[in-house]
């Protein structure tokens, strides 16, 4: 075929469909508009999931008359004069072409008036040709209404999915933009249904119950840092609240609702070894910051950004949720009702209250600015405190990072257990996991200070791996040496261990080495520091003691005094609680010296 320009039918449908995908982005582009024209009350309405019609009436400021022929064409847009303005964007249209594609896929009627003006003004727009502007009666404000989307692309209808999928995915934009400007009142209609209303009044918890619920509401942790033009605010969830995908991990910037963020990776980052592999934290995050500092024209539906400094924003985003997590990290403890069986009031009570915060369990708080104390031992018995300056847990401002209290080493049951005492009751110590907890912030310590002992093996141990991990392996080899791993090729497939980090004296070099390369594939995360972790992590459970190995007196105190010192004592690397905690209430109810709650 020879070359030929595209009808501008054509252009503008294949336009379209980077704007418009489905309904949910209809209701995204128009609540746009009306959040930029200033609007205080929202209302939304769709029918058949938007197949049939979707209408978004607002109160703002209108858009005159003899405009609305300019509003529905293509690069029309009042919100731009200059290519200098797409540098310091604060609207949250700007590239004038949201009405134009969707009036080019449906049937759309435009209409709105301004203040002071004698009345309002209307046009309809079919698949993209203009049917006329009229003058008619209407309240100040605009109310935009799209019928039959993609009547006119058979293509499109097809793709899309279940009423059910779309009208979730109308729901999902809406109540997260409900909770991104809690001062404007948001109203969803579905059918005859009112799904989704917010009052206006600013109060976001009360909207975020509306999201996930009102107990994950309540239990939801709060975010709020600055910092140098920065500021992060919203909701993070606590460890007991996890979700299996990173769908509820929500950013906002600059009140723009962004879905492709590499702050995904901060945030997780922020999580490392408080939740169990595989479980992501549920997240609503407004950050803002200068305009200029961000570049939201990236992307035709503007769901993707880029920052100016991303390595500041990524540390800002990592550190501030970091410490917000810290403050509040629990200590299972637990309720008489799972221990004796006393069903009655275990239904009476909260999930939340079986969880008690760190502040109130007798832990000592331990604040510092700027760094991060991790104690080690001396070989002395004396206690070395070294400070370290740790990417991602040091903090500005405040830290408030939770130690354990001191406990007494009562002894070792079941040749699992560690029992302790301590300043508010007892403590059953799970001695893997602990164990994996100390092994895992020593070695972590030992890279951050770039001196990791090793120690030479006295035969090298030679291991075979498959051929797609071994693939990899050669790969990572001084991954493995940072670490304090000496291994080198000896064959096909075939590698040999001579030296591993003294920390491990004693184990299994072969199964350090599977540990290691178990799953380099799934590292998702490009950065680094987080692969590291991740790989450590693993070392370490593989080499920590068992279940079910008993311990001598001494090493079970040594355990207790390490997992002391620990900057995140109360969980595993892998997120699992290293020790339950039975209060001396609970323990003074239990026998009935107290009443019951
Ligand atoms: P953009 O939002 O990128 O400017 P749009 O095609 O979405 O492009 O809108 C074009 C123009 O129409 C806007 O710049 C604005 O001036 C006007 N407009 C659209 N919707 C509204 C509304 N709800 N209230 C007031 N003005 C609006
Ligand atoms: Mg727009």
Redo the contacts with the bound molecule.
């Keep these: 075929m020879p070359i030929r320009l595209l009808s501008p039918e054509v252009a503008s449908q294949i336009a379209a469909g980077e704007v418009v995908e489905r309904p949910a982005s209809v209701v995204k ?2 609540v ?3 959040l ?2 200033g ?1 205080r009350s929202i209302v939304v309405k769709v029918e058949e999931a938007g197949r049939r019609s979707i209408e ?1 009436a ?1 109160d ?4 005159p008359a003899d ?1 609305l022929r ?3 064409s293509r690069h ?5 004069a200059s290519a200098k303005d797409l540098f310091s964007i604060v ?11 969707i009036a080019s896929v449906s049937r759309l009627t ?1 209409t ?1 008036r301004v203040a002071g003006a004698e009345s309002g003004a209307r046009i309809r727009v079919e698949g993209g040709a203009e049917r006329g502007v009229e003058r008619c009666g209407a309240a100040v ?2 109310v ?1 209404r799209v019928e039959d989307l993609f009547y006119n692309v058979p293509a499109r209808l097809k793709f899309l999915k279940s009423d059910v999928t779309e009208r979730r995915a109308i729901d999902t934009f809406l109540a997260r933009y409900a909770l991104a400007y809690p001062s404007v009142r948001f109203e969803l209609v579905e059918g005859k249904n009112v799904t989704l209303q917010t009052p206006g009044d600013g109060d976001r918890r009360a909207i975020l119950a509306t999201l996930y619920g009102v107990e994950t509401a309540r239990q939801m942790l709060d975010v709020l840092a600055e910092e140098d033009g920065l500021r992060l605010s919203g909701f993070i969830s606590p460890t007991s609240i996890t979700r299996s995908n990173r769908r509820e991990m929500t950013f906002f910037i600059n009140g723009r609702w962004v879905q492709d963020v590499p702050l995904n990776a901060a945030l997780t980052q922020a999580y490392h070894t408080l939740l169990m592999v595989g479980r992501y934290p549920l997240a609503m995050l407004f950050l803002e910051m200068d305009a200029a500092a961000v570049d939201v024209n990236v992307h035709p539906a503007k769901a993707e950004v880029r920052f100016r400094e991303q390595e500041r924003v990524f540390g800002f985003v990592q550190r501030a949720v970091r410490r917000a997590l810290l403050a509040y990290t629990p200590v299972p403890s637990v309720p008489p009702a799972t221990l004796w069986g006393n069903r009655a009031s275990a239904e009476a009570r909260e999930p939340g209250l079986d969880w008690k915060m760190a502040g109130e369990a007798g832990g000592q708080l331990s604040g510092d600015r700027d760094q991060l104390s991790v104690s080690s031992v001396q070989p002395s018995g004396g206690r070395e405190q070294v400070a370290v300056n740790q990417k991602g847990v040091s903090a500005e401002g405040e830290q408030r990072l939770v130690h354990l209290p001191l406990l007494r080493l009562v002894g070792q049951v079941g040749a699992a257990y560690l029992v302790a005492e301590g300043p508010d009751g007892l403590y059953l110590i799970d001695q893997h996991a602990a164990h994996e907890r100390v092994l895992f912030e020593k070695l972590m310590l030992q890279r951050a200070k770039q001196v990791i002992p090793s120690q030479a093996l006295l035969e090298p141990v030679s291991v075979t791996l498959p051929p797609a991990q071994a693939r990899l392996l050669d790969g990572q080899l001084d991954v493995l040496h940072r670490f304090g791993f000496e291994v080198e090729a000896f064959g096909p497939h075939t590698y040999q261990v001579r030296a591993m980090p003294v920390l491990f004296a004693g184990s299994d070099a072969a199964a350090a080495l599977r540990a290691l390369v178990e799953d380099f594939e799934e590292d998702e995360m490009p950065l680094q520091q987080e692969v590291e972790a991740r790989i450590a992590a693993r070392v370490c459970k593989r080499l920590a003691v068992k279940a079910g190995q008993a311990l001598s007196g001494e090493e079970q105190r040594a355990l207790l005094n390490d997992l002391e010192r620990c900057t995140s004592p109360r969980t595993c690397p892998h997120g699992r609680p290293t020790m339950i905690h039975l209060s001396v209430d609970m323990l003074e109810r239990q026998f009935g010296r107290k009443g019951p709650r």
């Design positions: 582009e128009l746009e508009n009306a930029d024209a609007a978004v607002d703002g400021c209108g858009i405009e300019l509003a529905v029309a847009t009042s919100k731009l609207t949250l249209g700007f590239r004038g072409e949201a009405l134009a594609s435009l709105s404000g605009t935009v």
